[in-house]
Structure formats: C-alpha cells, structure tokens
C-alpha cells in the first residue's frame, strides 16, 4: 500500500534550469495538492486540483505549473528555477470530506 | 495574512508530563481542524481532527478542544513520550472549501527524557 508517492527525493537545480516533480497516488482520491515547506512559513499551497483535468490556484503559484491528466498523478513544474524556489515540497491527495495523506516530499536545492 | 497561527515555534516538555499545543484562527467560517505530525525528513501524517460541532475530540493520549468563540483550539499530549518529539501543524478548512486545508506555522515539541 503505497498511499502518495513523490519522485525524485532530492533534487539540485542552476537557475534557469527547468524540472518536474511528480506525485502519485494509489488510493483512488479526488484532490490532490502540491505544497512547499519554508523555515517559519509553516505548509503553504501552490496548486491544487478537485478532479482529473483540473487545477488551480493556491496561495504562493507563481512560477510554477501543474497538470492533472491522469486521476492518480499530479505534475509540478518549474519553468525556470530561481534560488528563492528552494524549499521541500510535498504532495497531498485526500478523498471527499477526509483529511490529506501527504508523500515524504523532496528537496529542492537552486543555485 | 496568516488565518492560521501558532505563535509558539518551539516547546520542550518533561517525559511524562502534559504537552499543551495552541493554535489560533481569524476565519470565522472555519469548521474542520486537523492536527498533523511531522517527523525530520518525511511528509506530515494525520493525528487528529475535530469539528466545529464539538468542543472536544479524544484519541488517546490525544486530546483537541476547540473554542469557537476564541477562535482557539488546542492539542493536548498526556502523558507526553520522546517519540512524540516532532513539529505539529494544525490545519483548518471551511464548508465553501471542504477540500482545501490552511496550515499553520507548526510548533515543534521536544519531549525530554
């Protein structure tokens, strides 16, 4: 039972450069989520989708993009990477009415 | 704007003794709140939730109350052990955005031996 799964784990990018993060989930849910992680910042969301073919805006989207084109998997990308992307970002997916199950996330280094 | 706040970024307690962790919200049409744990180097997983029809959820040694008229809830540890030495996050969302969570800043608890 795998649950929510993110590729890579770690991860170090130049500026400028571009890379996806990829989440999958094994259990069916509806939504799923994509957050980063700061120091002080507590979980904030970048994107989030309610179904298949959907997504949206969170609190902190800017230069990133998200695709749904498949219910078990949620694509985070980074057209072009900048120090202030560093972060550990975590992926999310819960079912109606239930709490998220999160991945082990990964960490992005930007230099 | 932060709708979700724990003001205390760090806490250590006694093994064995209460571990009491607050958390404070602005948005008055928040009805759900989760308490999440998170150990270094994995992703948070869930502790405990309670609804706004409640003003006490107990799992355990787990306890969350809520005070609606505060706009306060808290997370009680009793008795508290070493390997609940983690940060905690708590989380809240509204009916108009079931699926959608606002998280706080954490708190991180160290229980000590």
């Known amino acids: 039972n795998a649950g929510v799964t993110q590729t890579p784990k770690f991860r170090v990018l130049k500026t400028g450069q571009s890379m996806t993060l990829l989440c999958a989930q094994d259990m069916n849910h509806e939504y799923m989520y994509w957050y980063r992680q700061d120091p002080g910042m507590g979980l904030r969301l970048i994107h989030y989708?309610?179904?298949?073919?959907?997504?949206a805006k969170g609190e902190v989207p800017d230069g990133y993009n998200v695709s749904r084109l498949k219910k078990q998997n949620f694509l985070l990308g980074l057209e072009s990477a900048a120090p202030s992307q560093t972060s550990v970002y975590f992926c999310a997916s819960s079912g109606t009415g239930e709490g998220y199950t999160f991945g082990s996330g990964t960490r992005l280094t930007v230099v | 704007d932060q709708q979700v706040k724990q003001n205390s970024p760090s806490l250590s307690v006694q093994e064995g003794r209460i571990s009491i962790l607050n958390c404070d919200y602005t948005n008055s049409m928040f009805d759900y709140f989760l308490w999440y744990k998170k150990y270094p180097a994995e992703g948070p997983t869930f502790l405990i939730s309670?609804?706004?029809?409640?003003d006490k959820n107990e799992d355990g040694r787990f306890t969350v109350f809520l005070n609606k008229s505060a706009k306060h809830l808290s997370l009680h540890i009793v008795p508290s052990q070493p390997g609940d030495s983690a940060v905690y996050f708590c989380a809240a969302s509204d009916r108009a955005t079931a699926y959608k969570y606002i998280f706080g800043t954490g708190t991180r608890l160290k229980v000590l031996a």
């Open positions: 989708s309610v179904g298949e073919g959907t997504t």
């Open positions: 309670i609804s706004s029809i409640k």
